[in-house]
């Protein structure tokens, strides 16, 4: 038997998209919005580091041209002159061939020089010679270096200004300067290198965002398994609906997940299984339930039927159904309902019966009787008839099959002992009081008292109906009650072939029975006396210090097994 889930979904998921789908968009704008700021700040980092090693090398080129001995003489000399030479002698000047060299080695966008007062001395266009520099030498002129991002006559760049100072033996003194050197490379090149990293970057960020997306979609379809699909608006409604099924049940209800843990246990559970703690999210193999629970979860017994079990003062049905969503199993549950009260009665329901067909047959052969005594009158036979009459007296208008029942001082055991003995009298049984049967106080529980005599009664005139007739061709089952203060002992025996090899302890297992039955579906209460008798009048009579147990096993073809029980508490002072 198994259960299937189904779910149906909300009007509000079919109008949106899905939970899931949801939180997929949400976790790619977040992945994409890390990945985006994270080039971006890689990017702006790359960008300032390539501008600040433009600088340091437009500076460290600058520096070397400045340090230069013979660009220093004749740039001191230049400047001692008074005056600036004409462009034509200073592009064939060694100040412009030096500095030119120094360009084509370095691959610099300029390297130029000026005097004092920042004239060019030196440029790559020979016609900007003899002219003010575009920008301003103030700082290097005043004996500093500097490093610029500009625009100059040569377009965007990034350089540097160094002074150029007096060399030893120059008219000027030593650490006069005398001019500046300003180095620059073009931007376009700073941008270039920045392109590489950019690349670089760009591959990386592809890369993340696919990790982070194809981590989206993992995370995504694991959400879609762990709510199997359902929205959250179901969930809310699934767990409301649980919550109000679970409380408002009579029924014991456990659930176990297909790990194995125990993930649902009702209160009406525990009260039944005799007020265990909760042991909700334990290991279902190690809660403390009744060994013939777990056995109905196995993955053997997926056909198992509805088992009764014993569990304090109660008699519960148990069975278990799977769980399964589609084509996946989730698990088990295991539902627990309460038969002892239907078991109490059944049993009265029993007493009630057999009461009933024992007044019908007295009421029969009464009136059979008042027939004969007519009888008499009619014939003018008045002296038999009174006769008749006064033996009626005597004896009652039924023989009652218990004899000595005087000996039972309760009028419940009389009543109840007499009804079992009618029912045994039909299926060809005798039962009679033992000799040593002697009840001087009423019982004050009478149910308990009879729920233990009934069934070790019952089972008596089974098995002397099923074995063997005794010497007199007769078949019995002798019931012996004796009253010792407030403890009540009782000996039940019969004449049958008694219980065979069958260990005595196992006859007090729940739900062993030597008695055939026929198989039960678990949608349905199995029926009812079958495996639970004896376990269940032992643990009535344990429950005040008693006990009941096999005084003998018996041996094939007679006497049969017999039973001993000893009720405490029981009788009235």
Not at 15 to 21: G, H, I, V
Request: proline content about 6%; aromatic content about 4%; overall charge negative.
């Amino acid at each position: 038997m198994s259960t299937t889930t189904e779910r149906a979904p909300s009007r509000k998921g079919r109008r949106a998209l899905r939970f899931s789908t949801r939180i997929l968009l949400l976790q790619l704008a977040a992945v994409l919005l890390a990945v985006a700021l994270a080039a971006g700040a890689h990017l702006w980092l790359a960008y300032e580091r390539l501008w600040t090693e433009a600088e340091q090398n437009a500076l460290t080129l600058a520096r070397a041209a400045a340090a230069d001995p013979a660009l220093r003489r004749e740039v001191a000399a230049v400047a001692a002159e008074g005056g600036t030479p004409p462009p034509a002698e200073l592009a064939a000047g060694p100040v412009m061939a030096a500095a030119e060299a120094i360009r084509q080695r370095s691959g610099a966008l300029f390297v130029v020089v000026t005097d004092e007062q920042g004239l060019r001395l030196a440029h790559p266009d020979p016609a900007r010679l003899g002219e003010r520099v575009s920008t301003a030498p103030d700082v290097a002129l005043a004996g500093h270096e500097e490093t610029v991002r500009n625009t100059g006559t040569l377009g965007p760049s990034v350089g540097a200004k160094v002074p150029i100072f007096a060399p030893i033996g120059a008219r000027q003194a030593p650490g006069t300067v005398v001019g500046e050197v300003s180095t620059g490379f073009a931007r376009s090149s700073v941008g270039d290198s920045l392109g590489a990293d950019a690349l670089a970057v760009a591959g990386t960020a592809a890369l993340a965002l696919a990790v982070g997306t194809l981590a989206s979609l993992a995370l995504r379809r694991r959400l879609s398994q762990l709510t199997l699909g359902l929205e959250p608006e179901d969930i809310g409604t699934l767990v409301q609906d649980q919550e109000a099924v679970l409380r408002g049940i009579d029924e014991g209800v456990i659930g176990i997940s297909r790990t194995r843990r125990v993930t649902v246990v009702n209160a009406a559970a525990r009260r039944l299984l005799g007020d265990t703690p909760d042991f909700t999210g334990s290991d279902w193999a190690a809660a403390h339930v009744p060994d013939v629970l777990k056995s109905l979860t196995t993955a053997s017994a997926a056909d198992e039927p509805a088992r009764e079990l014993v569990v304090g003062e109660r008699v519960l049905v148990a069975t278990a159904r799977r769980v399964i969503h589609g084509l996946r199993s989730l698990g088990w549950v295991v539902m627990l309902r309460d038969r002892t009260e239907l078991q109490s009665l059944t049993r009265q329901l029993d007493a009630v019966g057999a009461l009933s067909e024992a007044l019908r047959a007295q009421r029969h052969e009464f009136s059979n009787q008042l027939h004969a005594v007519a009888g008499l009158l009619d014939i003018g036979e008045a002296s038999q008839a009174r006769a008749y009459l006064g033996q009626l007296a005597s004896s009652g208008p039924l023989d009652y099959p218990l004899e000595q029942a005087e000996l039972l001082g309760d009028p419940g055991l009389q009543a109840f002992l007499g009804a079992k003995g009618i029912e045994a009298a039909e299926r060809g049984v005798v039962l009679r009081l033992g000799d040593s049967t002697l009840v001087r106080r009423p019982v004050s529980a009478p149910q308990d008292v009879t729920t233990v005599l009934g069934n070790l009664v019952d089972n008596a005139v089974r098995a002397a109906v099923a074995g063997s007739q005794d010497g007199n061709g007769e078949r019995w089952v002798e019931v012996e009650l004796l009253d010792d203060g407030p403890t009540l002992h009782l000996v039940v025996s019969d004449s049958g072939d008694g219980i065979g090899p069958v260990p005595p302890p196992r006859l007090f297992e729940p739900g062993y029975t030597t008695t055939p039955s026929a198989p039960y579906e678990a949608d349905l209460e199995p029926p009812a006396g079958h495996g639970l008798g004896l376990p269940l009048a032992r643990q009535l009579a344990r429950r005040r210090g008693g006990e009941v147990w096999v005084i003998s096993p018996g041996r094939p073809g007679g006497p049969g097994a017999v039973f001993g029980a000893r009720v405490v508490g029981r009788t009235e002072p």
